[in-house]
């Protein structure tokens, strides 16, 4: 099984930082990539940020320029660097792991989701 420990939420003022961190365990062979979602209430999941195990990324429009995310390969740990943040980042942002166990179809692992708020 792949557990998945996120951590570095809480409440922030518009403007401010925070960094998430979401680290992996489990019997992993291979991780091909690990992401950031987040989901506001009365709103769908959505990508915020990925990046695979080459060091690819891809980012959420919204927050491109504001958010940069990175990985620790040898500690299986993503992190979520998050600045100049707005009302709008407001949600439960979950980590995602895209990993392989051992077969060649991979997986999505799921974190328990850690709430981010920004407000004045």
């Known amino acids: 099984q792949v557990q998945l420990v996120e951590s570095g939420g809480g409440l922030v003022l518009p403007g401010g930082s925070l960094r998430l961190s979401c680290a992996a365990s489990g019997s992993i062979f291979r991780i091909n990539a690990m992401g950031w979602y987040r989901q506001a209430p009365g709103k769908e999941r959505e990508l915020v940020a990925r990046i695979t195990g080459g060091g690819y990324t891809n980012y959420a429009d919204s927050v491109k320029g504001r958010f940069t995310i990175s990985m620790d390969n040898a500690k299986n740990t993503v992190y979520l660097q998050m600045n100049s943040l707005k009302a709008e980042d407001t949600a439960v942002y979950y980590c995602?792991?895209?990993?392989?166990?051992?077969?060649?179809?991979?997986?999505?692992?799921w974190g328990q989701g850690t709430q981010v708020t920004v407000s004045s």
């Open positions: 995602d792991c895209n990993a392989n166990l051992g077969g060649l179809v991979p997986s999505h692992y």
